[in-house]
C-alpha cells in the first residue's frame, strides 16, 4: 500500500536524484519516494491516455501498466504522440510501449493488450492507483466500486473535442499533508534589527499540516438527485458541464462509441436527441444545456488532451504522494472558454 | 452545414495547414507547445532556443532523452516531433532570437508568434519585434504548480510591456556587508565574494565590512582601535580583494581569517549596529581546527545534499574549494576570471561553504547544499503537468486568434488550487493598450531621473537603455539644435564616448534624448530629470513608477505573474547579480479577479480590466478559503522566491 515508503529502496540514486530535481525542490523528496514506490494502471492510450502516461512516466512512478485493446487507425497516429505513423493495424498499448518507455528508464512500463471489462477482480488489486479514460460509464462504475472497496485510487477522465473532465475517488478517508510556512512570533531579543518586532512568516522554516479528505464513489457521483430543493437552490452554481457529461456517456453507452466527425450530421442529431431525454430524466431545466456544445464535442482535441492530462496527472501525483490537497472530486474544463472548474458531484 | 476536420471547423484546420507560426524557446513549455501544435494539425513551425539540453531538464522537457544532453534543444525538439508526425514542416533555428538577424522582415513570415521564454529581456525584445511587424503575439509563463496565457495584439491589447514590472529588486550594501539577517543575505555576500577572489570584480559587489553605513555612524577618526580591521575604508579602494588573495597565495586558512575574523572585528567595533541586534560571533581557523569533531552522519533518508554541515565540515569544504578554484585559475593563465555557475561543483561548493559560516556567524540557521543550490542558482521548480496545461492553453488561444476571434482572447491563469467560485482555470478579459505605454504607445515617452554628474554614457546605455528599457542595439541622440550623436549602435563609432558624463555634452535637468533602436523598431523619446538626491546605491529612477526597492502595490493575478517572471531579471528574488527581495515581498496574492462576472453578466468588456487592490476579498491559493489576511502558496520558499540561473534554460515564463 502506497502508506508505506518503498522500504526496499529507500535511498534516491544519484541519477534519480539529477533527473528529478526540479519537481523534487517542489514537492519534496518523501513525495518523490513515494511516487517511487506506486504501481499505476492506465486504461485507455488515446489522445488523453498519452498525456496522462507521459505525465506518470516523467513523474517516476515505480510501474505504469499502459491498458488497451484498440488497434491502432490512422486517426489515432494523429491523436497521439506515443504511437509511431508505422504503427498501424498493431495493438495500441503495445505501439505505444517504446516511446512510454523511452521517456523515463527508470519506470516500468507494460503494455497489456486485453479489454477492461475482460480483467477479473484481482487483476486491479495489484495497482495503487487506477486511471480509467475512454470507457463506458458503466464499466468505470463497476471499477470504481471494486477498487474503492480495497484502497485503490480511482480516477476517470474523457476529451470530447473542446470539452473534458476528470473525476477521483480517493477514498473515504484519504489522508494527505500540506506544507504551511512558520509563523515566527516577534521576539525583540534575539532579533536581527527593527523588523524583529513584526510577525514574520519564517521563509525558511516550514511545517507539515496533516489533513483528511473523503470521496464519495462514481455511482453516487453521477446519481445525484437533482429534484431535492437543496439541489435545486446549487443549480445557479453548478457547472453545466455536468450535465454536458451524462449526455456524452449516455451517447458512448448507446453507440458504442463516441461521437464521430465523418458522421457529423447524425451524431449532432443523436446528441441533441440524447440531451434532451438526460435532462428530463435527471429532472432539470431544458434551457440549462443548450445546443451549442453539440459541434464542438467531435474528436479528442489535442490541446484538451494536454490541459485535462495535466491536471489529471497532476493529481494522481498527489494522491500517491499523499501530498496537497486533492481536488474533489471533478473537474471540468470548457476549451472554448478557457474555464476549468472543480466542483464535489455526490451526498453530502 | 459544419464540417469538421477531426474536432476543428474545416476553415481553421485549412488555415492551420498553410499558416507559419513562430515557438521562441524549447525547453519546458516549448516541448509541450511543439507537440500539441504539431498534433492540432499546424503543419510549418519555425522553433528557436540557443540552449542545449541538461539532465535536470529531463522530468519534463519530454522531447528531450539522456542520450541527447549537451545537444540544441530546438534541434532535438525538431527530431523528435517528426517521429511522431514526419509531415511537419518544422525549421529548427540554435540561437537567439536576439539576434540582429531575426528582425521585423524575419517576424513577419508568420501569422502567430508563441513564446515559450525564461527571461525578460527576450520577452521584451520579442513583444517589440511583434508590434513593428504587427504579429499577433502569445506570452506565458509557468513556475511550480503556477502558470498563465496572454495574448498580445497591437492597438487591441496591452502589449508585454504595458503594465510596470517591479524590476529586479537589490538588498542595501550595507545589509549585504554589515547586517545580514537572512541566509540569503549571506548567499548573496559569498556570491559577490566569488567574484571578487575569482571572477570580474565589480564596485557593486563589495564583501568587506562597510564603514559608510549609515546606521553605523562611526566616527572614521576612531581608527586606532582597529588594527586588525580590512585594508578598505568605507568605499575607497586601496588594495582590490582579488590582489590581497592573490598575495596570500590563496592561502584558504588566511583567507578564512579576513574573512570570519578580521573582518568580523571589525563590524564588532561598529557597535551601534549591534544595540539591537544580536552581534556576529568571529570564527577562528585554528580553534576551529583544534576542537573539529567527526561529523556525524545521519541515517541517509534524505538526499546527501540536503544534509546541512557542520562547522569544521564546512571550513573544509571552504578549504578544498578555494583550492581548487585556484587551480581553475591557474590553468585559465594571466588575467584570468572564472564566472560562476551553479552546476560547477567546486563554484556552489565555494559559496555554500562562505555563505553558511557566515550564516553561523550571525547566529542564523544554516543551508544545506540542496537549499543554497536553490537560492544561489535561482532554481524555479519546475514539472510536466504545469507546462502541460500552459502549451495546452497556449494552442487553444492560438486558435482564436487564427480563426480572427480575437475578442474571444482572454488572459488565463493556472492556479493552485480552485477560487472562490471553484476555478482553477481563470479567463480574464484582455485589457486595452496602455495610452501612456512607454513601448507601444504611438509616441513613446518616458521620464528619467538620474544625476547628470554622475552617470556615464555607457551606463546610459547599459543599465538605462539596454537592461532597464530592454533595448539590444540602441542609439542616442541628444535634442540639443545640433543632433548630437552620443550613442551610436554601430561598433567603435561612439566608443570614446562611453566614460564621459552626461553633463559633458551639455545634458541638463529637462534635456531631451531620442533613442531609436532599428531592429526593435522601436524610438523612444527619454526625458531627463537631473537630481541629486537619489537612494544609496541607486543610480537612476523612472518617474512615474513606484521605487525600485518596493514593487508598485498590486491585486489580482499580477502577483501571480511576478513569480512566473524568470530569470535574473525579474522581480523575483534572485542572486545573480542584484540581491533577492526581503522574504515577505515573495507574497504571492491569488485574488479574486472578478473578471468572471462581467464576462458573464455580458458587461460591457470594452473598460479595461479593473486591478485595483481595493476591498477584494484574497482567496487562500491552497484551500479556496477567503481571508482578508494576505495569504502566501505552500510552495517551498525557494520554489516561490528564486529565478532561474542564466545556464539553465528553465521554463520560467513571466507573463507581467
Redesign the interface.
Known amino acids: 500500500m502506497i502508506d508505506m515508503i518503498e522500504k526496499e529502496d529507500p535511498v534516491i540514486s544519484e541519477e534519480e536524484a539529477a533527473q528529478y530535481d526540479r519537481q523534487i525542490r517542489l514537492w519534496g523528496l518523501d513525495a518523490q519516494k513515494r511516487l517511487r514506490g506506486s504501481r499505476v494502471l492506465l486504461a485507455g492510450l488515446g489522445g488523453l491516455g498519452a498525456e496522462v502516461a507521459k505525465n506518470l512516466i516523467l513523474a517516476g512512478v515505480k510501474g505504469l501498466t499502459l491498458l488497451d485493446h484498440e488497434q491502432v487507425t490512422e486517426e489515432s497516429c494523429r491523436a497521439q504522440f506515443l504511437v509511431p505513423v508505422t504503427a498501424q493495424g498493431q495493438n495500441r498499448a503495445q505501439a505505444s510501449l517504446e516511446r512510454g518507455q523511452n521517456l523515463n528508464p527508470m519506470v516500468k512500463v507494460h503494455a497489456d493488450q486485453d479489454r477492461v471489462e475482460d480483467k477479473p477482480d484481482d487483476f486491479f488489486l495489484q495497482f495503487d492507483a487506477v486511471c480509467l479514460t475512454g470507457c463506458s460509464r458503466d464499466l468505470m462504475v463497476r471499477i470504481d466500486q471494486l477498487c474503492s472497496k480495497h484502497n485503490i485510487k480511482v480516477f476517470c477522465g474523457d476529451v470530447y473535442g473542446y470539452y473534458g473532465y476528470m473525476f477521483c475517488n480517493l477514498g473515504k478517508e484519504h489522508s494527505y499533508v500540506e506544507e504551511k510556512p512558520k509563523m515566527v512570533k516577534p521576539t525583540g531579543n534575539s532579533s536581527d534589527g527593527p523588523e524583529a518586532k513584526k510577525a514574520k512568516i519564517d521563509p525558511n522554516e516550514t511545517t507539515m499540516v496533516k489533513k483528511m479528505a473523503s470521496f464519495c464513489t462514481l455511482k453516487e457521483a453521477l446519481e445525484v438527485d437533482w429534484t431535492t430543493e437543496k439541489a435545486k437552490a446549487g443549480m445557479k452554481r453548478t457547472p453545466v458541464d455536468y450535465f454536458m457529461l451524462h449526455v456524452l456517456l449516455t451517447f458512448r453507452t448507446d453507440k458504442g462509441r463516441d461521437p464521430d466527425p465523418l458522421a457529423f450530421p447524425e451524431d449532432s442529431r443523436l446528441l441533441r436527441k440524447i440531451r434532451e431525454d438526460v435532462l428530463e430524466t435527471l429532472a432539470v431545466s431544458a434551457d440549462l444545456l443548450n445546443d451549442d456544445f453539440i459541434s464542438y464535442c467531435f474528436s479528442e482535441m489535442s490541446p484538451v488532451c494536454a490541459v485535462v492530462g495535466g491536471v489529471l496527472g497532476q493529481e494522481v501525483v498527489k494522491a500517491l504522494s499523499q501530498r496537497d490537497a486533492p481536488h474533489r472530486n471533478f473537474f471540468f474544463f470548457d476549451g472554448r472558454k478557457g474555464n476549468g472548474v472543480v466542483d464535489y458531484f455526490g451526498p453530502n | ?8 471547423r474545416k476553415e481553421l484546420s485549412d488555415t492551420l495547414s498553410t499558416c507559419k507560426v513562430l515557438v521562441v524557446g524549447a525547453g519546458g513549455i516549448g516541448c ?1 507547445l511543439l ?2 501544435l ?4 499546424f503543419k510549418n513551425i519555425d522553433v528557436i532556443d540557443l540552449d542545449t539540453i541538461d ?2 531538464n ?3 522537457q ?1 522531447l528531450f ?2 542520450k541527447h544532453v549537451g545537444k540544441s534543444k530546438a534541434q532535438v525538439a525538431k527530431e523528435s516531433a517528426l ?4 509531415t511537419v514542416n518544422i525549421t529548427a533555428y540554435h540561437d537567439s532570437i536576439m539576434n540582429p538577424e531575426y528582425n521585423v522582415e524575419f517576424f513577419r513570415k508568420f501569422m502567430l508568434v508563441m513564446n515559450a521564454l525564461d527571461n525578460r529581456a527576450a520577452r521584451n525584445h520579442v513583444n517589440r519585434m511583434c508590434l513593428a511587424a504587427d504579429i499577433p503575439l502569445i506570452e506565458s509563463g509557468s513556475a ?2 503556477l502558470g498563465q496565457v496572454t495574448v498580445i495584439k497591437k492597438g487591441l491589447t496591452e502589449c508585454y510591456e504595458c503594465q510596470p514590472k517591479p524590476t529586479q529588486k537589490t538588498f542595501p550594501g550595507c545589509t549585504i556587508r554589515n ?1 545580514p ?3 540569503i543575505h549571506c548567499i548573496v555576500w559569498a556570491k559577490y565574494l566569488f567574484n571578487q577572489l575569482f571572477g570580474e570584480e565589480d564596485a557593486d559587489q563589495e564583501v568587506s565590512p562597510d564603514t559608510a553605513d549609515p546606521e553605523a555612524a562611526w566616527n572614521p577618526e576612531d581608527t586606532a582601535t582597529h588594527a586588525t580591521a580590512s585594508d578598505k575604508d568605507g568605499d575607497i579602494k586601496r588594495v582590490s580583494t582579488k590582489e590581497w588573495a592573490r598575495s596570500t597565495g590563496y592561502d584558504p586558512a588566511k583567507l578564512f581569517n579576513k574573512l570570519f575574523k578580521d573582518d568580523i572585528m571589525y563590524l564588532l567595533t561598529m557597535d551601534k549596529l549591534w544595540k ?3 552581534a556576529p560571533t568571529p570564527l577562528d581557523w585554528q580553534q576551529l581546527e583544534n576542537s573539529a569533531r567527526p561529523q556525524e552522519v545521519s541515517a ?4 546527501k ?2 544534509q546541512v554541515l557542520g562547522v569544521w565540515g564546512l571550513c573544509q569544504l571552504f578549504q578544498l574549494s578555494v583550492e581548487t578554484l585556484r587551480s581553475q585559475l591557474q590553468e585559465k593563465g594571466e588575467g584570468a576570471e572564472l564566472v560562476w555557475d551553479k552546476d560547477d561543483p567546486p563554484a556552489l561548493d565555494f559559496v555554500t561553504a562562505a555563505a553558511n559560516l557566515r550564516m553561523h556567524i550571525f ?1 542564523m ?1 544554516m ?1 544545506s547544499p ?1 537549499d543554497v543550490k ?1 537560492m544561489a542558482g535561482n ?1 524555479i ?9 500552459i ?7 492560438g ?1 482564436k486568434v487564427l480563426s480572427g476571434e480575437l475578442e ?1 482572447c ?1 488572459t ?1 491563469f ?1 492556479n ?3 477560487n472562490l ?5 481563470i ?1 480574464c478579459v484582455l485589457d486595452p493598450p496602455r495610452a501612456s505605454c512607454y513601448v507601444c504607445a504611438s509616441q513613446p515617452e518616458v521620464t528619467v531621473k538620474l544625476n547628470v554628474h554622475k552617470t556615464t554614457v555607457l551606463s546610459l546605455q547599459d543599465r538605462i537603455l539596454k537592461e532597464r528599457f530592454g533595448m539590444v542595439a540602441p542609439d542616442v541622440q541628444i535634442e540639443d539644435g545640433k543632433g548630437t550623436i552620443l550613442i551610436s549602435s554601430e561598433e567603435g563609432e561612439t566608443e570614446t564616448n562611453n566614460s564621459k558624463i552626461l553633463a559633458d555634452f551639455g545634458i541638463r535637468n529637462g534635456s531631451r534624448l531620442q533613442v531609436d533602436d532599428f531592429l526593435q523598431d522601436y524610438a523612444l523619446l527619454v526625458n531627463v530629470l537631473h537630481t541629486e538626491e537619489l537612494e544609496r546605491d541607486v543610480e537612476f529612477e523612472v518617474v512615474g513608477e513606484a521605487p525600485d526597492k518596493a514593487p508598485p502595490p498590486q491585486s489580482t493575478q499580477e502577483e501571480v505573474k511576478n513569480i512566473t517572471n524568470g530569470n535574473k531579471d525579474s522581480a523575483q528574488p534572485s542572486t545573480s547579480f542584484k540581491a533577492p527581495e526581503d ?2 515581498d ?1 507574497d504571492i496574492m491569488i485574488v479574486d479577479s472578478g473578471e468572471e462576472e462581467e464576462e458573464e453578466e455580458g458587461a460591457s468588456s470594452s473598460t479595461a480590466v479593473t486591478t485595483s487592490a481595493s476591498k477584494r476579498k484574497h482567496s487562500d491559493a ?2 479556496g478559503e477567503t481571508s482578508t489576511k494576505r495569504p ?1 502558496t ?6 516561490a ?1 528564486t529565478n532561474d540561473d542564466d545556464n539553465d534554460d ?1 521554463d520560467i515564463i513571466a507573463l507581467d
Not at chain 2, 502549451?391 to 488561444?397: K, P, S, T, Y
Not at chain 2, 467560485?421 to 482555470?425: A, S, V
Not at chain 2, 505552500?634 to 520554489?639: F, M
Open positions: 452545414m459544419v464540417q469538421l476536420v477531426g474536432s476543428l509541450e507537440k500539441n504539431v498534433l492540432t494539425g539532465v535536470s529531463l522530468n519534463r519530454f532523452q539522456k517521429q511522431f508526425c514526419p511550480g504548480y547586517t539577517s537572512e541566509p539591537t541586534r544580536k541517509g533518508l534524505g538526499l545534499d540536503q547566529s540557521n543551508k540542496f536553490s532554481i521548480p519546475a514539472i510536466a503537468t504545469t507546462n502541460a496545461v502549451a495546452g492553453l497556449i494552442v487553444l488561444e486558435l474571444s482572454r488565463i493556472l493552485k488550487c480552485p467560485r471553484k476555478k482553477l482555470l479567463p522574504a515577505e515573495d491552497e484551500t502566501r505552500d510552495q517551498s520558499s525557494a520554489a522566491a528553465d
